[in-house]
């Protein structure tokens, strides 16, 4: 211990007794085998004596075993014992003096409160160690930002010393090498030679292996190009045949469609006749209802008729009625015929209207879609890709994105349209419609580009329908030399009236519609006179300002009054202009069936009200009819007989029947009729889809064959050009053989003369350097050489100062870099132990409030510690009131003495039950106390000995008399020292 601290003495030597040279004082502390503390118990064994001499010059120490044998002197492992037992000899609550407990009793500042609770803790320690340790992690941030700025220094010197080290090291070796490599350049002239040899030797061994190969080529391509002649020739024998299929099924459709529309009209006249006499057996109904109605009346009045004088007015009755019977039956034929006729109008009327409504629709759907080509075109006005559908321009911006990104073997081209311009705009709807189908195509280079294409246009245009189609070929990189296959006629051909930017898309436009062979001819008649049944060569077809396409075999006209070029016109202004006309006439066309559709429903809408008056007037003339019929009947058999007979009624009543019956049959005959003529319908509808189908498929098939034709042309021509050029290659590397064989002969000669020469100065030598790069290499180690030996330069010195600089470069790399983890680590410790801290301060400040607590209970007192760490302040406030009647706590400043001294021993209590160290020392605690707070703070004290005693060691200095306290506890041992010897000088 510091001897300051004791408040004994000013420094060590005033221990010493006088008259003494030295003092010792000796300590035994336990070190049994069976703690888990023990302190080297090999060396020590049970006990540890630790002996400490005080003299005149100082202090030393000494540990000693069980046995008294002295294991060391050094105050280190002294330190080390310590630590182990967690002994804390500078605590002020571990060994509080006499001094120190006046001061600490005396004070009521809850600053010096918290400082003395920070350094019972050691929670001041810890905030000095973790400041320290700051100080040397700045330190060392420090230290390695030096090292740093040193490195490039150090770097450059270990630079400049290695360049001098190696030339050095060099010009040792370099005069022998030279000599070497004069050796190596003689051979190495030689070997050149023999080099030069080899290539001619491969070459003429190449031509050699190459001949058979050439042979067999030409054999292959004269095999080939005789098979593609027999292809074609297939091809023209299958088009002609298709061509005449495809001419019948046009004529066909016409009659089948009119067949269709035939059946159609018979079916719904069958249908109306069905409903016709429908409606007549509903009426035979009602008749026969009223006779059974009547006929039962008679029945039930059968008795006979009155006087004879009612006969003659039932006579005149029934004159009168069969009068009115013939005049009502007359009615009812002409309102049957009026409503007869009424219907057929009606039902032609209906399918006249239905004709128009229809119209009505096909002219709105063309409106429809001319507005959206208009907002097109108005479009392209600002951006001509937009013509090409309103999705085209971000699909441009996503190919030219994924090219950029090289996900393309090779970029598609297109849309065609935007790269073809017509240069004579007379032609631009001929040639829209001979080839305005691939305006928006795309073309591509093989499958992958097909997928990465598809997935472009899913991104772009949701709608799968509005997709451009995509036509793979592989790219060529020159474009189709089409002079050789030009027709003759002095007619332009559309491919000379188009202006193509891009070499693969009119490549593309050549395999596909073959527009190199498709003349342009102004005149109709000019244009057959020229193609149809002798084409001239390579014409595959003709198109006219008309709008005729004339081939070898006939001509297909069509209208282009319909069709405005959209793809192929510079200025979009003249077919917004155009298309703005058409869509004028297509609302004035529809203007007129609008108003045709009024009239027409108008009629249709009189023609049923009409029926319906006829109708209600045949009701009631039916009604009258039946009334008058059988009031007749009622007359007849009135006068026949004297009582009623029903048997003309019954008569009627079959009549009705028959009559029903016979309607019903009437009805299954049309009905079988209706059946017939729905399949025929169907049958007619059916056959002539199946010819459209027909149409379309030998169409198709026409195209792919015009295709294929066209190829296969195409592949003649090039199989052709292939066969002649290996013809070529055979002369050309006879030619070739020959030369190379005079070159190696003269070639040998000079291999045999330089050979000689070579050995004579020295065996052969192999090397694969060139006679140049030696020589050059001689001259230079020549020239270092003489440079070398003019300069002084002390080769041991430079070797031994490049090794130094070295050794201090690499030493200062690993120290920085064994700094800056060590600084890292340290920084993440110390945060880690900083955060720990303050966990630890607050649960130390919980544990020491609620030890105190418990301590003022024994003296029934209530209270609290409030430690403020931010004000760094400990306040003790208590209750002395006993008897509970108040709650109030109060400062320890308001109390008295002994109730704050008391207070005081308490929160010692409190430190103790945060410490671990095993000695409890308190010298001369209650001088300051009454004799009432003297006794409960010695008892408290006792009491919290003799709880917590195990493995720790109380020692209390009292001037007080303790007897009393001897014979309660059995681990209690009281000691009375004896009075001090004191001289005069003392007295």
Known sequence: AVVSTQSRAPNMTEFIKQGSSWGQVTITICNSNHEDNAWEYEKYGDVVVVERRITKQGSKYKLKSAAGTVISTKKNDLTLLLDNYNIQVNNPVSILNQEMSKKFLASTDPGSKYNFFMKSTHLEQMILDYQQVNEKLETIKHTIAKKERSIPDVKAQVRHLKNQYDEITELRDMGRKVSQLKDELIWAKVKEIEDEKIPIERAIEKINQHLPKVEQEISKAQEKFNDAESTVKALEQEMSEDMRRYQSLESDQASLKQLAYAKKRELFEVQRKIKTANNSIKDLNLDRQRLKKRIQEIAESNEARNVEAEKAERERELAECRSKQAKYTEEMTATSTTMANLQSRLSDMTLDLNTIREDIEQTDGQIRKHQEMLRTQQE??????????????????????????????????????????????????????????????????????????????????????????????????????????????????????????????????????????????????????????????????????????????????????????????????????????????????????????????????????????????????????????????????????????????????????????????????????????????????????????????????????????????????????????????????????????????????????????????????????????????????????????????????????????????????????????????????????????????????????????????????????????????????????????????????????????????????????????????????????????????????????????????????????MSHFNKKFKNMKIMQLEAPERNDADD
């Open 380 to 961: 392209a006005k600002k951006n001509r890709v937009s013509v090409f559908g309103r999705f085209m321009p971000d699909l441009l911006r996503r190919v030219n994105e994924a090219d950029r990104l090289g996900r393309f073997h090779k970029k598609p081209r297109g849309p065609f349209g935007l790269h073809i311009k017509v240069k004579d705009p007379k032609w631009a709807n001929v040639i829209e419609l001979a080839i305005g189908g691939l305006a928006m195509n795309f073309v591509i280079h093989d499958q992958h580009d097909k997928m990465v294409l598809q997935e472009l246009f899913r991104k772009s245009c949701p709608n799968p329908r509005e997709h451009p189609n995509m036509i793979m070929m592989k790219f060529r990189d020159e474009l189709y030399d089409v002079e050789s296959q030009k027709p003759q006629t002095g007619h332009p051909t559309i491919y000379d009236m188009l202006e193509i930017d891009d070499h693969v898309i009119s490549n593309a436009c050549c395999d596909i519609s073959r527009i190199e062979q498709s003349l342009l001819i102004e005149s109709s008649e000019e244009a057959r006179m020229l193609i149809v049944g002798h084409a001239p060569r390579f014409v595959f077809s003709a198109w006219t300002l008309a709008g005729d396409n004339v081939k070898e075999r006939g001509t297909y006209s069509n209208d282009l009054s319909r069709n405005s070029s959209r793809y192929f016109r510079d200025d979009p202004s003249q077919v917004i202009e155009e298309i703005n006309h058409k869509i004028r006439q297509l609302r004035e066309q529809c203007s007129l069936q609008r108003q045709n559709k009024g009239g027409v429903e108008k009629e249709v809408n009189d023609i049923r009200a009409q029926y319906t008056t006829e109708k209600k007037k045949q009701q009631s003339i039916k009604r009258m009819l039946e009334n008058v019929r059988n009031r007749v009947i009622e007359l007849d058999n009135v006068e026949e007989a004297p009582l009623l007979d029903a048997t003309a009624l019954e008569d009627e009543l079959q009549q009705y029947g028959d009559q029903i019956q016979k309607i019903n049959e009437d009805i299954g005959t049309l009905k079988d009729k209706e059946e017939i003529l729905r399949r025929e319908h169907e049958d007619a509808n059916k056959r002539h889809a199946d010819s459209m189908e027909r149409d379309s498929h030998i169409t198709n098939r026409l195209e792919d064959l015009k295709i294929k034709m066209h190829e296969g042309q195409k592949k003649n021509q090039r199989l052709l050009e292939h066969l002649e050029k290996w013809k070529r290659k055979k002369k050309e590397v006879n030619s070739e053989k020959k030369k190379f064989s005079q070159e190696l002969t003269a070639k040998k000669r000079e291999i045999t003369e330089s050979q000689g020469m070579a050995e004579q100065r020295c065996p052969r030598v192999d090397t694969r350097k060139s006679a140049k790069d030696l020589e050059q290499q001689i001259r230079n180690m020549e020239l270092r050489i003489q440079q070398g030996s003019s300069s002084s330069v002390n080769v041991d010195d430079i070797t031994r100062r490049f090794h130094d600089a070295k050794s201090k470069y690499e030493e200062i790399q690993s120290m920085v870099k064994k700094m800056k983890k060590f600084s890292k680590d340290l920084e993440r410790i110390l945060e880690e132990r900083e955060g720990r801290y303050f966990r630890f301060r607050k649960e130390i400040s919980k544990r020491i409030n609620y030890f105190f607590i418990m301590n003022l209970s024994q003296r029934g007192y209530t209270g609290k510690l409030k430690v403020d760490h931010e004000k760094k302040q400990l306040e003790m406030q208590l209750n002395v009131d006993t008897s509970g009647a108040s709650q109030d706590t109060h400062d320890v400043r308001s109390l008295s003495g002994g109730e704050r001294s008391f207070s005081t021993v308490c929160f010692i209590c409190s430190l103790w039950n945060l410490m671990e160290s095993p000695f409890r020392c308190l010298d001369e605690f209650d001088v300051f106390m009454d004799l009432m707070n003297r006794k409960i703070a010695m008892k408290l004290l006792v009491d919290h000995a003799v709880q917590n005693q195990q493995r720790r060691q109380y020692i209390l200095f009292t001037p007080q008399d």
